[in-house]
């Protein structure tokens, strides 16, 4: 039997419902198994012919027809009530007429309470307790009392038949009943893990373009608000980018809505391989697309970003025969300049997306065109500076490296300057930071090293000379730990004796303790070239590194050579620096020398060597040549020289 919950009224059919099929079923079962058990009863108590009981089993079958056609009219609660006062009252009718308290027949009550408490509500479930409470209440009072005389039974077959019936019955039953409990636990756990699905389905369709798959505007927003908590505790970068098809509208009408989709598709799951893991992409509309970047430290980074996508985008790809090419115009607003709401951001974002439609397509805009301006400055610089080391517009010029003590040139410094078509000699300053962020300053590194290995060989052709030659390298060359490889190559190509060759290093250059970086130092000076470190003093404090690599010199950085002019203070500093040097057993060099105390001063301190404007400014290479002839004439003293 089914356990029931509270019995519902009688609904109208509304087609089949398998619970009641199965209800009915187990009742019809029931009522016939009880049929069988009461015919069973009636045979086994014929030998002992009590008329009463037989009676009672009679009249108690007669009613369990009844409840029988209850049941096939429909009637299922009518019919289970009957079912259930029927037992109720034959077994109460047999137990008084029989043997009362000590009559088996009371084993039938906890079954039958059993049953009515499974299948019906309580209150008939208390009627039918109070009922047989009342009944044994009776029987005992009656027994006290004296007013009712149980029949003594005698021990017989039928004695034992009757247990063993009503054992075989209560077992039955009980049997059916946790069987269809099982059942409807399974169902309901099944219904359950159904029910999970569809829940985690639904949350998925609400948070999810259905096109695409993309998160849609909904679960970028939420993204967005967890980038910005990150962002504001962690200080991580945040950008909005706003992706919008150019001229979908006309590949959707003149190619259709399907083609129209797959595009919209392909660009989908272009943009999810384009943009970083940790990126959310998200579809906000028609051909409208979101990217929540979270990795890109700056404009640069951003631009070089929003690049990547218009290329990746505009990849052509098949789609029935044709060929289909979608380009797209991209806005950028960054946290928080240009606001901290996921609203005000993105309106930002596609009104730089709009300016990007409105000035041409295919381009990306940032909301602040201040930034535009700086990023497409830079971008033009970049090519430019690309171009100028192709063309070769760069320059190397030299400043002489003069003993102080002899007045003697030992090498030059080669400085880079480019000769622009329009802006005349542009200072390093002005371009070797845009190398740097640009990754150029490889290539202009590699040529300055070459050019000046080569204008040293063509001096020697000329007559002066072995000159020391000092190379100024940037932190990043010697970071990709390369640069032994392409000093290696400088070397057989212009047949420069390592020794005259010295890079000038900066301090943060050799913090790092990486490998690389050790094994690339320690494989140039296995090759006997030089190392100096420029600016000594103004970069890192620690001066481990001095012990780490063998350094030949020291360059005091100009500020300090200035700084003489401060008394007794600045004097203590180039001091100090001129006897670390000279501790060290290596030269220490002084930037920037312009008047002749400064040298005489820089001399007493223990300076060995400087260079200046006092000798000269930085020269080109032909230009050099003509300056050091003549003042080994002793024609050309230092150009702010006493008069003769
Ligand atoms: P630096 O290596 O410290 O170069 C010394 C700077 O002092 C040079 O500036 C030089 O022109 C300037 N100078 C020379 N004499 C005087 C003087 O009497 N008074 C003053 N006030 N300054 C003087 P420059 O040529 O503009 O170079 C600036 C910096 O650019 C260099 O500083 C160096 O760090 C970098 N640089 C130059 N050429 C290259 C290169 O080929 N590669 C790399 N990575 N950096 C370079
Ligand atoms: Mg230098
Ligand atoms: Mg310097």
């Given at each position: 039997?089914?356990?029931?919950?509270?019995?519902?009224?009688?609904?109208?059919?509304?087609?089949?419902?398998?619970?009641?099929?199965?209800?009915?079923?187990?009742?019809?079962?029931?009522i016939v198994l009880l049929l069988v058990c009461f015919g069973l009863f009636a045979l086994v108590n014929l030998p002992v012919a009590n008329t009463p009981v037989l009676l009672t089993t009679g009249a108690a079958m007669a009613v369990l027809g009844i409840a029988l056609q209850l049941l096939r009219r429909g009637r299922f609660e009518a019919s289970l009530l009957t079912v259930l006062w029927t037992l109720t009252v034959a077994c109460t009718a047999v137990i008084w007429m029989r043997s009362g308290l000590r009559d088996l027949m009371v084993l039938t009550y906890p079954a039958i309470i059993l049953l009515a408490a499974m299948t019906v509500s309580p209150r008939p479930l208390m009627a039918l307790l109070a009922t047989m409470l009342v009944s044994l209440g009776l029987l005992f009072w009656g027994e006290l009392a004296g007013w009712y005389q149980p029949e003594v039974q005698e021990l017989g077959y039928g004695s034992y038949l009757n247990r063993a019936l009503l054992l075989v019955l209560v077992a039955v039953i009980a049997r059916t009943i946790a069987n269809d409990l099982g059942d409807a636990i399974r169902r309901a756990e099944a219904e359950r893990e159904r029910a999970k699905d569809s829940a985690s389905r639904l949350a998925f369709l609400v948070q999810h373009d259905a096109l695409t798959g993309l998160p849609n505007r909904l679960l970028v927003q939420d993204r967005f608000a967890q980038a910005v908590a990150r962002a504001r505790r962690d200080g991580t970068p945040l950008a909005l980018l706003v992706v919008d098809l150019d001229d979908f509208r006309r590949v959707n009408d003149s190619l259709g809505h399907g083609v129209g989709d797959a595009v919209l598709q392909r660009m989908a799951e272009r943009l999810r391989v384009l943009a970083a893991d940790t990126d959310t992409v998200g579809r906000l509309g028609a051909d409208e697309f979101v990217v929540v970047s979270t990795e890109l430290p700056d404009v640069d980074a951003l631009a070089?970003?929003?690049?990547?996508?218009?290329?990746?985008?505009?990849?052509?790809?098949?789609?029935?025969?044709?060929?289909?090419?979608?380009?797209?115009?991209?806005?950028?607003?960054?946290?928080?300049r240009d606001g901290d709401a996921f609203e005000a951001l993105l309106n930002r974002?596609?009104?730089a997306m709009a300016?990007?439609?409105?000035?041409?397509?295919?381009?990306y805009r940032f909301a602040d065109p201040d930034v535009d301006i700086d990023v497409g400055e830079h971008l033009r610089l970049v090519s430019e500076l690309r171009a100028a080391i192709e063309r070769g517009e760069l320059e190397l010029h030299y400043q002489p490296i003069v003993r102080l003590a002899s007045g003697e040139v030992g090498g030059v410094e080669a400085l880079v300057r480019w000769r622009h078509p329009e802006r005349g000699l542009v200072p390093p300053a002005a371009f070797v930071p845009l190398a740097e962020r640009s990754g150029l300053i490889h290539a202009l590194g590699a040529w300055a090293l070459e050019e000046a290995a080569r204008q040293?060989?063509?001096?020697?052709?000329?007559?002066?000379?072995?000159?020391?030659v000092s190379v100024n390298v940037s932190p990043l060359q010697l970071a990709q730990g390369a640069l032994d490889a392409v000093v290696a190559r400088v070397l057989a190509a212009?047949?420069?004796?390592?020794?005259?060759?010295?890079?000038?290093?900066?301090e943060s250059s050799l913090v790092g303790d990486a490998v690389p970086l050790r094994d690339c130092i320690a494989r140039l000076q296995a090759m006997g070239v030089g190392l100096s470190i420029d600016d000594f003093g103004t970069g890192y404090s620690n001066?481990?590194?001095?012990?780490?690599?063998?350094?030949?010199?020291?360059?005091?950085?100009?500020?300090?050579?200035?700084?003489?002019?401060?008394?007794p203070q600045g004097e203590a500093i180039v001091r100090a620096i001129a006897h670390l040097a000279e501790g060290l057993g290596i030269r220490s060099v002084a930037e920037g020398i312009e008047q002749e105390d400064e040298v005489q001063r820089l001399a007493a301190l223990g300076c060995e060597a400087g260079q200046g404007r006092w000798w000269s400014e930085p020269l080109p290479g032909p230009a050099f040549v003509?300056?050091?002839?003549e003042r080994e004439r002793g024609r050309v003293a230092p150009r702010r020289a006493a008069p003769a």
């Open positions: 039997m089914t356990p029931a919950t509270t019995p519902a009224p009688v609904q109208p059919p509304r087609g089949p419902d398998p619970l009641r099929e199965l209800q009915v079923r187990r009742l019809r079962e029931l070089g970003f929003a690049q990547g996508l218009l290329d990746g985008l505009a990849e052509p790809f098949e789609r029935d025969g044709l060929s289909i090419t979608c380009r797209s115009s991209i806005g950028i607003a960054q946290f928080p974002a596609e009104a300016r990007a439609k409105a000035e041409g397509r295919n381009a040293v060989r063509r001096w020697e052709a000329r007559g002066l000379p072995p000159l020391t212009t047949a420069l004796p390592p020794r005259q060759l010295l890079l000038e290093l900066t001066l481990g590194y001095l012990q780490r690599f063998d350094v030949q010199a020291l360059k005091i950085d100009q500020r300090f050579v200035r700084g003489l002019a401060d008394g003509h300056w050091y002839q």
